[in-house]
């Protein structure tokens, strides 16, 4: 479960941003959608503990993210909260399974090759498991970001523009995975994006302005 009241942050020489409050409960899912420049990253950056904000609170499992800082909060952020980005931001040099024991490790959880296996069984990619991800394609890169966000059961899933340089069909394959990784193991889904196509998808959304 994730919950924000009344967020803001203010930029050095830019923008002061001002967020609506929301709620997503365990195995729920929020679409949050608005154009370029309305400050959707800056939120998911806010509810995942990246920023901190100006005023307002953000709580994930009844955990109030803005108490912490340094590495208790890096290591509630790996185990309570998957973050999916635009870019994937893979370790070039590791593997696929190399990469997953990373997000692991980072974690403080023990380094289970058998829960990575598992994973990326679940998402049709386990034959990946000892490849480079520089040598991966767009679709695999997407599925082992889905799996390293997943892979410490995290209760709450983040999503950044997931699907907004995807194709229809891919954008429908990729969104209905989302939600069915989240859905089997009770997390919170929640996605920013300018990709209206979504909407039909989710239908608890806010518009960001």
Do not use: W
Not at 104 to 114: T, V
């Amino acid at each position: 479960m994730i919950r924000a009241n009344d967020l803001t942050y203010n930029y050095v020489r830019g923008p002061s941003l001002s967020f609506p409050s929301l709620k997503c409960d365990n195995k729920e899912k929020l679409l949050i959608l608005g154009n370029s420049g309305c400050g959707k990253t800056t939120l998911l950056h806010l509810l995942a503990g990246i920023l901190k904000p100006k005023a307002g609170s953000v709580y994930v499992d009844d955990q109030d993210m803005t108490s912490l800082s340094g590495n208790n909060l890096d290591k509630f952020r790996g185990k309570h909260i998957g973050l999916i980005f635009q870019s994937s931001h893979f370790i070039k040099s590791l593997t696929v399974k190399e990469n997953l024991m990373l997000a692991q490790n980072l974690a403080g959880e023990q380094q289970s090759i058998p829960l990575i296996k598992e994973i990326l069984t679940s998402l049709n990619i386990e034959h990946k498991l000892d490849s480079k991800t520089e040598r991966l394609s767009v679709g695999e890169q997407q599925r082992v970001a889905i799996a390293r966000a997943m892979i410490n059961a995290p209760g709450v899933l983040l999503a950044d523009e997931p699907t907004s340089a995807l194709d229809d069909k891919n954008c429908e394959s990729v969104i209905k995975l989302l939600q069915e990784q989240a859905s089997s193991r009770d997390a919170s889904l929640v996605i920013v994006t300018h990709d209206a196509r979504l909407k039909s998808f989710i239908p608890n959304q806010i518009l960001l302005s």
